[in-house]
């Protein structure tokens, strides 16, 4: 299980997606000759203004894919992105069982920080959703707010 989609969204609903992450915090591509073989966005973590400093951040890899160092260099990337533009926080949920998803995040010092139990339905299964999260950079007092590009 890679997503909690039920149908694949369209190709408009994609677009919008990619449209809204990368107006305020970042979507990223990995193709080669035209062949998308991943990505990873950022995008807001929750509407209230006190969370404007934190992002959610998600990333899917091709199956065949896996292991090629993609998702790593998608997520040097993305997470250097998001710090340059003022964000403090990281957030990542993984859908469980995903231990590869588990191991990339901590390898990047994203720390457990809770579990939602039985939390989405899919394939005829209760799935829980691990929260993972890690600092982008150090606080301060009276932070600026993040700049979008």
């Known amino acids: 299980m890679i997503s909690f989609e039920t149908e694949p969204p369209t190709a408009d609903a ?3 997606r990619i449209a809204e992450a990368s107006a305020a915090h970042a979507w990223l591509v990995a ?3 035209g062949e998308v073989l991943g990505y990873a966005y950022g995008h807001r973590f929750s509407a209230r203004a006190a969370y404007d400093w934190s992002c959610e951040t998600s990333i899917y890899v091709d ?3 896996r292991r090629a ?3 790593r260099a998608l997520y040097t990337e993305l997470l250097d992105v998001l710090a340059r533009r003022g964000y403090r926080r990281a957030f990542a949920g993984v859908a469980l069982p995903n231990d590869a998803s588990l191991g ?3 390898s990047f010092g994203f720390e457990d920080c809770g579990v939602y139990r039985r939390v989405g339905w ?4 209760w799935h829980d ?3 993972l999260q890690r600092d982008l ?3 301060e007092v009276d932070p600026p707010a993040p700049v979008p590009r």
Request: hydrophobic share 30%.
């Open 14 to 16: 994609f677009e919008e």
């Open 31 to 33: 193709e080669r000759g």
């Open 63 to 65: 199956t065949a894919r």
């Open 69 to 71: 160092g993609i998702g």
């Open 104 to 106: 990339l995040h901590r």
């Open 122 to 125: 899919k394939n005829g299964a």
């Open 129 to 131: 959703v691990a929260w």
């Open 137 to 139: 950079q150090t606080d």
